[in-house]
């Protein structure tokens, strides 16, 4: 799965203006973050099914799309940015 595109103007400046190098650093590390928030909104999605048997016919039409929840959440969070996780991933470059 590839990210979604991003404003480069939501970059951390060092990453922004960096190498080569720390950009695909913190492209490896968004990569990272978009699974983790994928992954935290599927074990949302996952409580908002219904109870053994309960409203059956409610759940066969509303399935479809929780299944597309975690995927349309984590893209929508990482196009404006991300959580922010990401930047503490990539070391701060040395003062020259």
Known sequence: MSLPPIDSSLLPA???NGSADRKKTYEAALGFERMLVQQLAKSLADTTKPLDGEDEGADAATQP???MLPDSLADSVMSAGGLGLARSFV???KAK
């Open 14 to 16: 060092d990453i922004r």
């Open 91 to 93: 070391p701060q470059e």
């Open 65 to 67: 799309y929780q299944s």
